[in-house]
């Protein structure tokens, strides 16, 4: 995903360049993150609060299907593809999508995840974090074809 958007973060320059104390403040001041976890052997997965709500789901448990409704079309079948890789095998993933909320807006997010505990036949966990960049894209005219 490559796309500029016009927020009011350019209003705000940096008072000074970070430095390593500065990492978790910068951060923040582009991006909400948040982790999760999901289950393997039942298939749940467990969003915090912000992730829940821009995921547009009801509450913070959920199915991948449910969790990934909302996701770009173009992308879904790639992320849940990527998650099927994910859960056959321990390994670290992330991607990159923009959630779709009908006409109203895009919320770009970005996830990175591990899955662990596959060895020897058990079900396993996933535990990652959604980063969601503090500004929403504008609605393209192939955005409203799918809402």
């Known amino acids: ?3 500029i958007a016009r927020t009011t973060l350019a209003a705000h320059p940096m008072q000074h360049l970070p430095t390593d104390d500065d990492d978790a403040d910068g951060l923040s001041r582009f991006t909400v993150s948040e982790s999760w976890t999901g289950d393997l ?28 409704r909302c996701y770009d079309p173009h992308d879904r079948a790639l992320v849940l593809d990527l998650f099927e890789q994910a859960a056959t095998a321990s390994s670290t993933f992330c991607y990159s999508t923009t959630i779709v909320s009908g006409r ?27 980063m969601f960049p503090r500004f929403r894209l504008r609605p393209t005219l192939e955005a409203s074809i799918y809402a």
Do not use: W
């Open 41 to 68: 052997a039942n298939g749940i997965i467990r969003l915090g609060e912000c992730a829940t709500l821009l995921h547009g789901l009801d509450g913070p448990e959920c199915g991948l299907l449910n969790m990934t």
């Open 104 to 130: 109203e807006y895009r919320q770009p997010v970005f996830c990175i995840a591990e899955t662990t505990g596959l060895d020897g036949g058990a079900a396993g966990s996933i535990c990652g974090v959604f």
């Open 1 to 3: 995903m490559f796309k």
